[in-house]
Structures are given as C-alpha cells and as structure tokens.
Nanobody, 114 residues
C-alpha cells in the first residue's frame, strides 16, 4: 500500500484547504487513519485521526478548525482545514494510526502567509 497526499498550496491567513490522501492499495476499514504534519526543523507529529468507526480526535491547536473524514469505498482520507494560521505551515502526510504501517509518501506542502 502506498499513500499519496495532495491538495496543499499557498493560502493566506484565514483561508481554507482540503487535503486528500489516496491509497494505491486497499486500506483496511479496520485501520484508524491519521494526518500528520512536519514543519521545517521540527519532528513529524499527529494532527488528527479517525477510527474505523468514524470517531475523530484532534490536537488542541486545530480543534474547531480542521475536520478529518474518510471514504473507505474510495480508499480516501480527507482533511478539511479552515481558518488557517501561519503556524499551520508544514508538510502534511497521511498514514495509519497509532502504528505507522506503510511507508511515508511525499506529503503535500501547506504554506500559510500572514
């Protein structure tokens, strides 16, 4: 299975982006899936995850602004990002959660200008 994130870009503060994660193979619906991000000079960390039952959790800094969703039939995971802030600038990646079971894809870069 390979995971490819897309949908990033340059946006102004307060703007929105929708990230998509496509799996080349099938993602077992039993897997929880997460969106992760890595800012320059920082470690990669979890942003949000969604369980197989659709339960979601977010880090505090994105609560109320980001929404994670999934479509198992299409092997897709999404991250709707609203009210973006400069501190959201990072490379965004998707993978299984809590254990990373697949190689990291290239990710998609999100840049939020002030």
């Amino acid at each position: 299975v390979q995971l490819q994130a897309s949908g990033g870009g340059l946006v102004q503060t307060g703007g929105s982006l929708r990230l998509s994660c496509a799996a080349s193979g099938s993602i077992s619906s039993a897997n929880s899936m997460g969106w992760y991000r890595q800012a320059p000079g920082e470690q990669r960390g979890l942003v949000a995850f969604i369980s197989s039952e659709g339960v979601t959790q977010y880090i505090d800094s994105v609560k109320g602004r980001f929404t994670i969703s999934r479509d198992n039939a299409k092997n897709m995971v999404y991250l709707q990002m609203n009210a973006l802030k400069p501190e959201d600038t990072a490379g965004y990646y998707c993978n299984t959660f809590p254990i990373v079971r697949t190689p990291w894809g290239q990710g998609t870069l999100v840049t939020v200008s002030s």
